[in-house]
C-alpha cells in the first residue's frame, strides 16, 4: 500500500497551499536526521543506465525537482533522498517578496491540475543565497531559478538578475533565468530579444555557468524561434521548457479553471512536449521538459521529444513522493522494451 493514498484525502481536505507547507514541513523535519538514510533506501533507483550528463554536470537520474516546490533552499538534500536527480531551488529574487494575496494556488482534481497566481513569494538573495552557501549540499546537482523583483522596474532587470545570481552563486551548481512566470505584471515581456540579449548577456558576463533559459508555453513560434537565436548567439547551455500556461484548455472540467493564474499538471503535458520537440528540432542545445510529467510514459514522452531531463511538481501532488522512483524504475522498462542502452541514447529517439 502506499502510504500516500492514506494521506491524500486529509492532505486534499486543506487549502492548497496549507498543504504544501506540511509536507514541506514534514520533509524539512526528515533533513539532517536518520530518516533520510531510510528516505534514500526506499525511494532512490540506482541504475548506470538512468545517469545522465547535461551542461557538464552528471545526474544520477533525469528526474529532478521543478522551480517553486522548494523556493528558499530548505530541503534540497531530503529531495535527494526522495530519489530526484536535481533539484532547481526558487524562484529567487534580489528582495524578499511576500506573493500575491491568499488564496492563490487552486487544486483541480479531476484534471490532476494546479493554477497557481502564487507571484513569486521568496525570502529573497540574500537569505536563499546564505542558507545555500551553509549547506549540506545534496549529491545531487542544485540548480538555482532566477527571477525579477516585482518592484524592480524592466530597465532595470539585468542588474537585478545579476545581484540574485552573485547572491546564490557559490552554493549552487547551474543558474536558470526564469522569465516566464504568468503571475506577475509584465514579467513574460521580458522574453523578448532585446530584453534576453540584455538579461543573459549580463549574467554571461558575471560567469554564470552553467546558465538556462525557462521559457512561456505561451510564447508564440516565431518568439521562441528568436529566444533560441539569443541562447544560440551567447552559448546558452540549456532550455527549460515549459513553465506555467495561461491557456484553458477545453477539456478542464474543474470550477477553478475560472481562477487566474498560471495551469500545470496533466492538461498541459502534450502541449509542454511540443513545445521541447519544436526546440529539439531546431538547436543542439539541451532541454530539460517540463509540463505535466506524472509517470514514466510521460517522461519518457518527453525525453524522446528530446528532452535530456525533465522535471515535475503537479505530478508529486497528485502521486506522493514515491514519484521519481516509479518514473526512474518505469523508465528502465521503457528503456528496455525499445532497445535502448540508457536514457542519452532515448533522448530525441521520436524526432
Ligand atoms: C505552486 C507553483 C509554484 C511555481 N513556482 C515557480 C517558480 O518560482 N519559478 C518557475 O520557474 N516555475 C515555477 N513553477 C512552475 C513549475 O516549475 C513548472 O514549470 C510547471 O508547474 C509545470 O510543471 P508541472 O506540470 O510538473 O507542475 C511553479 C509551479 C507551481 C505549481
Known amino acids: ?54 551542461f557538464g554536470l552528471d545526474f544520477p537520474n533525469p528526474v529532478g525537482v521543478a522551480a517553486g516546490f522548494d523556493k528558499n533552499a ?40 494546479l493554477i497557481n497566481r502564487m507571484g513569486l513569494n521568496n525570502e529573497g538573495a540574500d537569505a536563499v543565497g546564505e542558507r545555500l552557501a551553509a549547506g549540506p549540499h545534496p549529491d545531487i546537482p542544485v540548480g538555482v531559478n532566477l527571477a525579477l523583483s516585482e518592484v524592480t522596474p524592466a530597465e532595470e532587470a539585468p542588474a537585478d538578475y545579476r545581484y540574485t545570481y552573485e547572491r546564490v552563486a557559490d552554493g549552487a551548481d547551474y543558474f536558470v533565468v526564469n522569465v516566464s512566470c504568468p503571475n506577475s505584471e509584465g514579467f513574460r515581456d521580458l522574453q523578448n530579444r532585446d530584453s534576453l540579449e540584455a538579461i543573459l548577456g549580463t549574467l554571461v558576463d558575471a560567469g554564470a555557468d552553467p546558465l538556462l533559459v525557462k521559457l512561456s508555453p505561451d510564447l508564440p513560434d516565431p518568439a521562441v524561434e528568436d529566444a533560441l537565436e539569443v541562447v544560440d548567439d551567447l552559448g546558452l547551455d540549456g532550455i527549460i521548457a515549459s513553465n506555467t500556461t495561461t491557456s484553458r484548455p477545453d477539456t478542464l472540467r474543474n470550477p477553478n479553471r475560472a481562477e487566474r493564474g498560471g495551469l500545470s499538471g496533466k492538461p498541459i503535458e502534450a502541449e509542454a512536449t511540443n513545445m521541447i520537440r519544436f526546440i529539439a528540432e531546431r538547436t543542439d542545445v539541451p532541454v530539460v521538459g517540463v509540463g505535466g510529467v506524472s509517470d514514466a510514459e510521460s517522461a519518457y514522452r518527453k525525453i ?38 540508457d536514457v542519452a541514447d532515448a533522448v530525441g529517439s521520436g524526432l
Open 304 to 341: 524522446r521529444a528530446g528532452a535530456e531531463m525533465v522535471q515535475l511538481y503537479t505530478g508529486m501532488v497528485y502521486e506522493g513522493p514515491s514519484i521519481s522512483r516509479d518514473i526512474n524504475r518505469g523508465l528502465l522498462d521503457l528503456l528496455d522494451r525499445d532497445g535502448f542502452d
Open 1 to 54: 500500500m502506499n502510504p500516500y493514498r492514506l494521506a491524500k484525502p486529509l492532505l486534499f481536505s486543506l487549502p492548497p497551499e496549507t498543504a504544501h507547507r506540511t509536507i514541506h514541513g514534514l520533509l524539512a523535519a526528515a533533513r539532517g536526521t536518520p530518516v533520510e538514510p531510510l528516505l534514500e533506501r526506499r525511494y532512490r533507483v540506482e541504475d548506470p543506465r538512468l545517469a545522465t550528463r547535461a
Open 74 to 113: 530548505e530541503i534540497p538534500t531530503v529531495l535527494s533522498a526522495l530519489g530526484f536527480g536535481h533539484v532547481e531551488v526558487g524562484g529567487v529574487t534580489a528582495e524578499p517578496q511576500p506573493g500575491n494575496p491568499r488564496p492563490r494556488m487552486f487544486r483541480l482534481p479531476e484534471d490532476e491540475a
